[in-house]
């Protein structure tokens, strides 16, 4: 449906299929978004996961399918999805329930704690980490093919007309992570208020950043070992990964604490 051409230059060609790649890890942090949301019982919630994945043919039309040309095909496809997606959310819209405190005028809400503040912290670094990357794949798109394959820097110098393909993909990619840090920062924004999608978000960004690794970077890693360069995105990815699993563990034992003491 892309229509992307096959670089000539085999180095090229796998750098092509390693950015298609890049795509993989987003849509398995989508897919755990989608079956959270069908079992959420809370309609903001599931509006806030649904919402965000159905910017993608939107974007998809803005960004890769301008550099492509607007194809007929494919942007028709794209607009398809994007009338059924949207046309569900504003013809099929449930009530969402209030909570009794608001209902009833209840007593203003505590100020946060420092495990809350702390909660804000790390998901709008989060957030803000994913919407930069999703920023370099969509205007920075041949400084990034350089971040990511710096062993080939010269040799994309050196062939201009056959980085298109490359690029493509790589802006197709980032309009995966632009949807995934926007429902990352309403999470940021709802994070106290709202512990499933909290969660959510928890758990599609530790799939993310364990897939980085199953799919691109060991694609990177095995692809290009003989040059003996390191992948530069291979830092602020382990990084990521390592800070979601800490926050993980912290969160399932201040969970656990808060509810003994509810109980």
């Given at each position: 449906?892309?229509?992307?051409?096959?670089?000539?230059?085999?180095?090229?060609?796998?750098?092509?299929?390693?950015?298609?790649?890049?795509?993989?890890?987003?849509?398995?942090?989508?897919?755990?978004?989608?079956?959270?949301?069908?079992?959420?019982?809370?309609?903001?919630?599931?509006?806030?996961?649904?919402?965000?994945?159905?910017?993608?043919?939107?974007?998809?039309?803005?960004?890769?399918?301008?550099?492509?040309?607007?194809?007929?095909?494919?942007?028709?496809?794209?607009?398809?999805?994007?009338?059924?997606?949207?046309?569900?959310?504003?013809?099929?819209?449930?009530?969402?329930?209030?909570?009794?405190?608001?209902?009833?005028?209840?007593?203003?809400?505590?100020?946060?704690?420092?495990?809350?503040?702390?909660?804000?912290?790390?998901?709008?670094?989060?957030?803000?980490f994913l919407t930069l990357t999703a920023f370099l794949f969509l205007?920075?798109?041949?400084?990034?093919?350089?971040?990511?394959?710096?062993?080939?820097?010269?040799?994309?110098?050196?062939?201009?007309?056959?980085?298109?393909?490359?690029?493509?993909?790589?802006?197709?990619?980032?309009?995966?992570?632009?949807?995934?840090?926007?429902?990352?920062?309403?999470?940021?924004?709802?994070?106290?208020?709202?512990?499933?999608l909290r969660n959510a978000m928890t758990i599609a960004s530790i799939?993310?950043?364990?897939?980085?690794?199953?799919?691109?970077?060991?694609?990177?890693?095995?692809?290009?070992?003989?040059?003996?360069?390191?992948?530069?995105?291979?830092?602020?990815?382990?990084?990521?990964?390592?800070?979601?699993?800490?926050?993980?563990?912290?969160?399932?034992?201040?969970?656990?604490?808060?509810?003994?003491?509810?109980?």
């Amino acid at each position: 449906m892309w229509q992307v051409p096959i670089p000539e230059n085999p180095q090229l060609e796998t750098a092509l299929y390693i950015a298609w790649a890049l795509s993989a890890p987003v849509k398995g942090a989508l897919f755990v978004m989608a079956i959270i949301g069908l079992m959420s019982k809370n309609p903001a919630t599931r509006a806030v996961l649904f919402a965000s994945m159905s910017l993608i043919p939107l974007l998809n039309i803005a960004f890769p399918f301008r550099q492509q040309g607007f194809l007929f095909g494919p942007v028709a496809v794209a607009t398809a999805f994007s009338i059924i997606l949207w046309g569900s959310f504003f013809f099929i819209r449930e009530r969402i329930q209030q909570p009794e405190q608001s209902r009833t005028g209840g007593s203003a809400q505590l100020p946060p704690s420092r495990w809350e503040i702390f909660q804000y912290v790390w998901f709008a670094g989060s957030s803000a980490f994913l919407t930069l990357t999703a920023f370099l794949f969509l205007f920075e798109t041949r400084t990034t093919l350089n971040f990511i394959f710096p062993c080939l820097s010269a040799l994309m110098n050196a062939n201009e007309g056959g980085l298109s393909s490359p690029i493509h993909s790589t802006m197709a990619a980032g309009t995966h992570v632009l949807a995934l840090s926007i429902a990352s920062w309403i999470a940021t924004v709802r994070c106290r208020s709202n512990r499933t999608l909290r969660n959510a978000m928890t758990i599609a960004s530790i799939v993310f950043a364990v897939l980085i690794f199953v799919f691109p970077l060991r694609q990177l890693m095995t692809s290009f070992e003989e040059n003996g360069t390191t992948p530069s995105a291979l830092i602020p990815f382990t990084l990521l990964l390592a800070g979601w699993f800490i926050y993980a563990a912290l969160s399932q034992k201040w969970n656990l604490k808060n509810d003994k003491n509810k109980i």
